[in-house]
């Protein structure tokens, strides 16, 4: 018992967060992790008699209901529902887990003001309760696209790629509305209202190729469309699932460009998630040493 | 015990302040509004030194709002100081409440899990001691429904059962563990008892003065969030009951007298006559007093007054006069003081008592508010008894 006995000093000063050893201290407490977001899942299916088939529900009506729609009202964009789950699956995991991330450590205030435990947990376990129904429903988008058109195999490799950029970016935000909004709870609803417009600026229900050309040579403002971290993301999952041929003459439904520079962008926002991360979680670790007191 | 090791908990110079807003800022447009003016300064702690060996239990008593619940919290680490380190060694587990993290819609079974996680037992040690977990808590048939189900007590048991099963070299304990029946209050000590076999370090936060006493290497008092006393826990439980007392009196003295006659115990013998047995309101109990006569008295009389532990008002006194008892001269006697119903509140009651002359008033030898008994209130009945019950129809 005593040969590995570690020391830990505290301290009065806010601690400063060395990431690789948060890291082990992380993974140190894995099995509450696993075992909260076990509990979301059981609590929220519970009480229902299909429990996670809600879950894999959810996309298949949309795809029915859309696919229903684009037949009787005709062409809209070809094969629609492909294309807007594709964007909307992952807005879902990002508007879940920063929605969720934002109430956790408030919700469980009682644990907070009782137990100790990582406190970066307490988002962690709600983003991973949108990643289990995120899992879920792309199965079944991935199933529908391979019965009905197809996988694109080369493009396919920006899904991983798209997936890790977003995920990281969530991970950021979400840590960072989960400490301010222990101080300040209007957090939250702004956090609502800012989702809305934050939906809509990015090319999920419609057309990314539209956009283009409606800024036609106007770079500013095509870059500008692109700092908005989702658009990249959205626009990777569209190009890795949603697989068209553009009619000659007709508009493209994606953005059109070469399939390195939309990996380059996902790249950069890769990076910039990373370097977004190590801030929102160094603050996020300052702030959780006073959580117990807030709350 | 453990001179050569290093201290499983330092503390030192540790203070810690609250800000206690009369309006808390809880929003940006509140926050913009207010000036931080509104917030008072509290100080919950103050340069707390404190040092507790490896493998030894320690006591931390002290009135409501004494910061040991907050002390507690800054070693467990949920709590940062103000100012002021804390060095602690070895794994640490908390039990500040029972049951942390438990779902109404998840099963015993899974609660299990779940709390077992928080106070640090991973899931393959929490299946090693599952079983044992469940026996404890006497929950077998009951173990895979949803705890909603269950009625407050088994909760509190299951609770209690994850947490005596912890496996830390550290272990804090707020008065959580003061919950149940007597029944199970005895089997929470056996297993505290355990963990010292065990040589498990051990910072018990409690009430229950007895229990310092009789399980604690050390104790330390807390009042207004300073250190009060630190020492055995003899003399920091009696420190606290003069505290207690609320002595602003300098001259006030717990003990005097010539000692020609002397006191040599005083027993609060309760109905049952054990000493662990409780006095509720109405009953007879037994004030007995062991007086030993060192030089020849012949005019002994032998006291006792009860005081309100809140008010220290004297509710009761009699005197061996008074009975017209003439004691003479002895080595060695006990006086058996029989209170035929004690009739007021529930509560702590004190007692004094002296030896003096009858004729002269001399005092030969006083305790002064030296001793403490506690009145409870007859328990409530819980389970469902017989009522008869008269029915009645009247025409109208």
């Known amino acids: 018992m005593a040969a590995t006995t570690q020391t830990v000093e505290r301290t009065s000063e806010s601690p400063h967060l060395r990431v690789g050893e948060r890291l082990r201290v992380l993974v140190a407490h894995r099995e509450i992790l696993a075992n909260l977001v076990r509990k979301e899942l059981k609590v929220k299916y519970v009480a229902s008699v299909l429990g996670a088939v809600w879950s894999l529900l959810n996309p298949l009506v949309y795809l029915a209901v859309f696919t229903f729609v684009t037949r009787v009202l005709g062409n809209g964009l070809p094969d629609y529902p492909v294309y807007l789950l594709s964007g909307l699956l992952a807005w879902n995991l990002f508007n879940a887990s920063t929605i969720g991330g934002s109430r956790s450590v408030i919700d469980n205030a009682n644990l907070v003001k009782k137990v100790a435990f990582p406190r970066e947990i307490l988002p962690l376990a709600a983003i991973g309760v949108a990643l289990v129904d995120y899992g879920l429903q792309l199965l079944v988008l991935l199933v529908f696209i391979v019965a009905t058109v197809g996988l694109h195999v080369p493009d396919l490799v920006l899904l991983p790629l798209a997936f890790v950029a977003l995920l990281v970016f969530t991970v950021a935000l979400t840590l960072w509305v989960a400490a301010v909004n222990v101080r300040y709870r209007d957090v939250g609803h702004l956090l609502n209202i800012g989702m809305l417009v934050w939906f809509w600026v990015t090319p999920i229900v419609y057309a990314s190729g539209l956009v283009q050309q409606h800024l036609g040579d106007r770079t500013i403002l095509k870059v500008l469309y692109f700092c908005n971290p989702l658009t990249a993301v959205v626009e990777g999952m569209h190009r890795a699932l949603y697989v068209v041929e553009t009619p000659a003459g007709g508009t493209s439904a994606t953005w059109v460009m070469p399939l390195g520079s939309l990996a380059l962008i996902l790249l950069a926002v890769l990076v910039a998630s990373m370097i977004f991360l190590r801030f929102t979680w160094g603050s996020f670790f300052a702030r959780s040493g006073d959580f117990a007191e807030e709350l | ?396």
Request: glycine residues 8%.
């Open chain 2, 1 to 396: 015990m453990s001179s050569t090791a290093a201290p499983a908990i330092e503390v030192h110079e540790v203070s810690k302040r609250f800000h206690v807003f009369k309006e808390r800022p809880s929003t940006i447009k509140q926050r913009l509004l207010t000036s931080r003016a509104r917030a008072v300064d509290f100080w919950a702690l103050r340069d707390i030194d404190l040092e507790i060996g490896e493998g030894t239990t320690f006591g931390l008593i002290g009135h409501n709002g004494s910061g040991k619940t907050t002390l507690l919290k800054c070693i467990a680490g949920i709590l940062r100081p103000t100012s002021g380190t804390i060095r602690q060694r070895g794994r640490l587990a908390a039990l500040l409440e029972l049951g942390a993290g438990f779902h109404q819609e998840l099963t015993g079974r899974e609660n299990v899990y779940l709390n077992a996680a928080f106070l640090g037992l991973s899931r393959r040690q929490t299946e090693g001691v599952f079983d044992e977990i469940v026996a404890f808590a006497g929950l077998e048939d009951f173990i895979d429904n949803e705890v909603k189900f269950y009625s407050s007590g088994m909760l509190v048991r299951l609770g209690f059962a994850v947490a005596v099963h912890v496996d830390p070299d550290v272990l804090l304990i707020d008065e959580v563990l003061a919950v149940g029946d007597e029944a199970f209050q005895a089997k929470c000590l056996d297993r505290i008892r355990t963990f010292q076999h065990e040589g498990r370090t051990i910072v018990l936060v409690t009430h229950a003065l007895d229990t310092v006493i009789d399980i604690c290497d050390r104790a330390a008092m807390l009042h207004h969030g300073e250190l009060h006393a630190i020492g055995m826990p003899d003399d920091v439980v009696r420190e606290m009951r003069y505290v207690l007392l609320g002595v602003t009196d300098p001259n006030f003295v717990p003990e005097e007298g010539t000692r020609e006659a002397e006191i040599a115990e005083v027993q609060i013998v309760p109905p049952d006559g054990s000493p662990q047995g409780r006095i509720l309101r109405g009953d007879t109990f037994t004030i007995a007093v062991d007086v030993r006569q060192n030089e020849p008295v012949d005019d002994l009389d032998v006291d006792f007054a009860v005081l309100d532990g809140a008010t220290n008002y004297p509710v009761l006194d009699a005197r061996t006069s008074r009975a017209g008892l003439d004691l003479g001269r002895f080595d060695k006697k006990r006086v058996r003081f029989r209170i035929e119903g004690f009739p007021y509140d529930p509560g702590k009651y004190w007692v004094t008592v002296g030896l003096s002359s009858r004729e002269t008033g001399h005092l030969y030898h006083v305790q002064t508010q030296r001793y403490l008994f506690e009145v409870t209130d007859a328990p409530r009945i819980q389970d469902r008894v017989d009522v008869s019950v008269g029915v009645e129809v009247d025409d109208l």
